[in-house]
């Protein structure tokens, strides 16, 4: 899959209109799928969103998973370790936030971060973000292997349309909070992250295939990424447990 290769918008002719009354249908059946896995309690999901800025993260876990109660889904965000975080290895502080069974858990930036900002800052050569490629594949193997089910979206934004939202957000006043000039900086290296995003789209599919949403257009993102959850959860057993009772 060659990044840029790939359209960040909608197709072409696709209906707006109906697509996002299909979203509304599998937000619904995403929930009831959910219900069924936390009674189960044998399976968990683990949905990794990985993108540039202004990409639509946020919006991903606001709009996509709004049907789900609050008890059956939690999110974690990743941000420059700390000190302790620092004193272990690069995965420590990532597993600690996989899901419990039951449960879908949403990673808003994630243990790839070490393998992208790292590597563009120059914390990380390259040799060492190869042998941080095996060890990812080993880990979220080990993930699926205790049946989390592991779904890992990379969110993709044209550098026109990452524009056009960044000054939005120094325009708008309900999108003031997100403003950082940080972002501005990031963006400088543009083609360094599309560089790194590439590799590691190439280098960590063995356990967990990559998902390219095109995200341009907010409402086909947000209708792509709940098909493929919920078809992904329609694929286990998931089923209510028996009765368990000595009252008979």
Request: with cysteine; charged share 30%; glycine share 4%.
């Amino acid at each position: 899959m060659k990044l840029s290769e790939i359209s960040t918008w909608a197709p072409k002719g696709s209906n707006k209109n109906e697509i996002k009354e299909l979203t509304k249908e599998l937000k619904q059946r995403m929930a009831s799928l959910q219900h069924k896995m936390r009674a189960q309690e044998k399976y968990s999901l683990l949905v990794v969103l990985q993108g540039m800025d202004a990409s639509g993260k946020d919006g991903v876990v606001k709009n996509v998973f709004s049907k789900i109660p609050a008890f059956g889904i939690s999110v974690a965000s990743f941000k420059v370790p700390t000190k302790k975080e620092l004193a272990h290895d690069f995965l420590w502080r990532i597993h600690q936030e996989s899901p419990e069974k039951g449960q879908i858990k949403i990673f808003n930036r994630s243990h790839y971060e070490d393998v992208l900002v790292t590597r563009v800052l120059g914390f990380v050569d390259d040799a060492q973000a190869k042998k941080r490629f095996g060890l990812i594949n080993n880990f979220e193997a080990s993930l699926q292997d205790n049946k989390t089910i592991v779904l890992k979206f990379y969110l993709h934004l044209s550098k026109e349309v990452q524009e056009q939202r960044l000054k939005e957000r120094m325009q708008e006043r309900d999108k003031f909070y997100k403003h950082s000039d940080g972002d501005w900086e990031t963006r400088k290296s543009w083609d360094q992250y599309m560089k790194y995003y590439q590799e590691c789209i190439d280098h960590t599919q063995e356990a967990a295939p990559w998902h390219i949403i095109p995200v341009d257009d907010k409402w086909y993102k947000e209708y792509l990424i709940a098909k493929i959850v919920v078809e992904t959860l329609e694929k286990l057993d998931l089923e209510y447990p028996d009765l368990v009772t000595e009252l008979v």
